[in-house]
């Protein structure tokens, strides 16, 4: 290896030598060898070539007499713009054996007309399910969120993309997405060259089967021998389910519509209903209820209305005179006409559900007023009843001891009942009674199923071998629900003041009970009780019962003060239409007690009454009904307070105030029999003392005018202290 560079390294200035030796003697014979540069020719390639060895388009070389030398490596200049086009520059310089330059330059000329554009795959089609997926490409996985390209040496690729929603319903949508590949480099907006396209589906279904229950088994009675008209509650589906709306069906035959309501008239027996409840892209979900029609058709009586008769006396212990009577009754003497309307005769006439019992004995135990009740049973076995009044007298037969009986009123077992009255015991008609079951009753539904499997049968053929075959096999699975159902029932109080709720067929539930009633606002309120408010206020009576703490609080802020007064003075003035708050009557639970009359003001109001359960007898609710506003109703509830012992001494015999009501000043007239010092204090609506004076009385006639700030109006309360005597009363002052 070091002899060969050896070598080359002394044979080469040798070799120049000898080139430039006999170019000297070329000279001086004047034969000189001519000296050319010879520059490759220019190129023309694409912008995908190989650019990077440029080797490939050839090299320069220059020629001296009959030799041929490499010209060496060029200058090489790249003038190539972003998309990858332009020229490329190659420039050879030599100098000739006379020491002149000689050069040559190559062009390669670069376009940008690729063969056959970028090669670009696009986004798949993609399904995505559940309520609201996300269809930003940027969180859909690859290969279906963004196209890619290759092949884009000459290309400067951009990519953008729209969308359009469309909806096959409200679970069910498809985008079709069109993607647009710009090659920026390559673009013709006249012609169209340099843009891609392409459109990518996007499937948004919701496959999560809506949550609803089928409505509970629908009975009802046909009465026209046939048929009967079914009023159904339509099938719901929770509103909060994704997608909101969804396309219900229902297959029955004879429903008014084919939707949510299977309403219509049904025959009698049994009729299965499907519901298919449409979701996602086609998919379904169903269930199942039953219509029972029952024939109801029962014949229809008659009867009379009333009859009365007497007894026949007898001698019950023979010992010869009459101590007991008794009549006999046939139940087909009280028809009047009855019939079946289905035709179903002939009918059959008893005093009860068997049909055997077909008269009744009446006694001396049956004086008075007897409901009976005649029952019509058809061939059928349908039966009905009417009631008649069975008035047995004890006339002409003069049976001794043979008197009506007092009759308890019979109440039917699991009912309740009570009373509202009023402070005086005043029946309270038309209030209405509120009976609620506090916690929700269960109430079950089933829905069902049906699948079909294949399962392997086998069978003898009549050859005697034996087969196999696959049959369908149905298989119906039950589906229990349950819902719950919060009871209210209302009744009002009859002219009594009483009311009973007698429909009650459950009883082993906790019932709360409550009252309320409404009239005429201004019934039973007056200046009465004005006036024994502000007794009330200013000392001169005190309150003995609850029900006058109660009444006196006009605007329910738990407090009786001059404020109440204001408004009651108001409203009976006819200032204001009605009284404040949200209660104009109380109906109190007529047990409730207070350890003292006030407590009634600040405690809770015993509003319901709480029952854990009916049983078969229960004890009367009643109800106490108290007017807010009405405090003089009870003459009893109140009591006169008696003066001080020492203010018995009258120092003043003629006290008065006017005018009253006042605009500017107000003169309070007092008649002293002595000298004496006095003190005046006014106090406002809501009890602050607004005005304050000291005044000396002489012997005989004062007058003390009295002016007040002109933003002071409305009612006002006044005290005049004299010694031991005091003087209160109520002003009004106007603008």
């Not at 009883?507 to 009780?529: G, L, Q, R």
């Not at 012992?645 to 309070?668: C, G, H, I, Q, W």
Request: aromatic fraction near 10%; charged fraction near 20%.
């Amino acid at each position: 290896m070091k002899t060969n560079m050896y070598k080359k390294i002394h044979w080469l200035p040798l070799l120049i030598l000898l080139v430039t030796i006999s170019s000297l003697q070329a000279k001086k014979s004047g034969n000189a060898w001519p000296f050319t540069l010879n520059c490759p020719p220019n190129a023309y390639v694409s912008c995908t070539a190989e650019l990077w060895d440029l080797s490939a388009y050839g090299n320069a070389t220059y020629s001296m007499g009959p030799y041929t030398y490499q010209a060496g490596n060029p200058t090489v200049q790249y003038n190539l713009n972003s998309c990858n086009a332009g020229t490329i520059t190659r420039t050879w310089m030599v100098e000739d054996q006379y020491w002149n330059w000689h050069s040559c330059t190559q062009t390669i000329y670069v376009s940008s007309g690729g063969s056959g554009g970028p090669v670009i795959d696009w986004p798949e089609d993609i399904e995505l399910t559940g309520c609201n997926p996300d269809t930003n490409p940027y969180h859909l996985p690859e290969p279906n969120n963004y196209p890619t390209w290759e092949g884009s040496e000459c290309s400067m690729l951009g990519r953008s993309y729209s969308d359009m929603l469309f909806y096959v319903n409200s679970q069910c949508k498809k985008i079709m997405r069109t993607w647009k590949v710009l090659d920026w480099c390559n673009y013709s907006p006249t012609n169209g060259y340099g843009i891609y396209t392409k459109v990518q589906i996007i499937y948004l279904i919701n496959n999560t089967a809506p949550a609803f229950t089928c409505p509970a088994e629908i009975t009802v009675n046909a009465f026209n021998c046939k048929d009967a008209l079914v009023t159904a509650t339509p099938l719901t589906i929770d509103p909060s389910v994704c997608g909101g709306n969804f396309e219900i069906t229902n297959n029955s035959p004879y429903a008014t519509s084919k939707g949510k309501d299977i309403s219509g008239k049904y025959p009698i027996g049994t009729t299965k209903v499907t519901y298919t409840v449409k979701y996602g892209c086609g998919k379904t979900k169903t269930c199942t209820t039953n219509v029972v029609v029952k024939n109801s058709a029962r014949p229809t009586p008659y009867c009379i209305a009333q009859i009365i008769t007497t007894l026949m006396p007898l001698d019950t212990d023979h010992d010869g005179k009459v101590d007991n009577g008794m009549v006999e009754i046939w139940a087909k003497d009280l028809n009047k006409g009855s019939y079946s309307s289905c035709g179903f005769n002939p009918l059959k006439f008893s005093f009860s559900k068997n049909v055997n019992e077909t008269s009744k004995v009446f006694t001396c135990d049956n004086i008075g007023t007897n409901k009976v009740e005649m029952w019509v049973t058809d061939s059928r076995g349908g039966q009905e009843y009417c009631l008649v009044d069975v008035i047995i007298q004890n006339n002409g037969a003069n049976i001794p001891n043979c008197h009506p009986k007092p009759v308890d009123p019979v109440y039917p077992i699991y009912s309740q009942r009570g009373n509202v009255l009023t402070l005086t015991d005043t029946p309270l008609k038309d209030a209405e009674i509120t009976l609620k079951y506090v916690d929700p009753i269960i109430k079950y539904s089933s829905t069902y199923d049906t699948t079909e499997t294949l399962e392997l049968d086998s069978f003898i053929n009549l050859s005697g071998y034996k087969l196999y075959r696959y049959i369908t096999v149905q298989k119906i699975t039950e589906h229990k629900d349950s819902t719950l159902q919060y009871i209210t029932k209302t009744v009002k109080t009859n002219a009594d003041g009483k009311y009973i709720f007698d429909s009650l067929t459950i009883h082993d539930k906790k019932i709360a009970i409550s009252a309320t009633y409404v009239d005429d606002k201004h019934k039973n309120i007056d200046n009465k009780d004005v006036e024994l408010l502000t007794k009330f206020l200013l000392g001169e009576v005190t309150f003995t019962s609850y029900h006058q703490y109660l009444a006196s609080d006009i605007n329910e802020d738990g407090k009786i003060d001059i404020a109440d007064q204001n408004l009651l003075m108001e409203f009976v003035t006819g200032v204001v239409p009605s009284l404040t708050g949200s209660h104009q009557w109380y109906l109190l639970d007529k047990k409730a007690t207070y350890t003292k009359p006030e407590d009634v003001l600040t405690k809770a109001l015993p509003l319901v009454v709480t029952l854990d359960s009916l049983i078969a007898v229960n004890p009367v609710v009643d109800f106490i009904a108290i007017k807010k506003g009405n405090i003089s109703v009870d003459p009893g509830s109140f009591q006169e307070v008696e003066a001080d012992s020492r203010s018995k001494v009258e120092l003043v015999n003629d006290f008065k105030a006017y005018p009253n009501p006042f605009t500017d000043m107000v003169t309070f007239s007092i008649n002293s029999e002595t000298s004496n010092e006095a003190q005046l204090r006014i106090f406002n609506a809501a009890g602050m003392m607004i005005y304050t004076k000291d005044q000396v009385l002489t012997k005989g006639q004062n007058e003390v005018n009295v002016r007040l700030d002109n933003d002071i109006t409305g009612l006002l309360l006044y005290t005049w202290t004299l010694g031991n005597q005091q003087f209160n009363g109520t002003l009004s002052r106007i603008k």
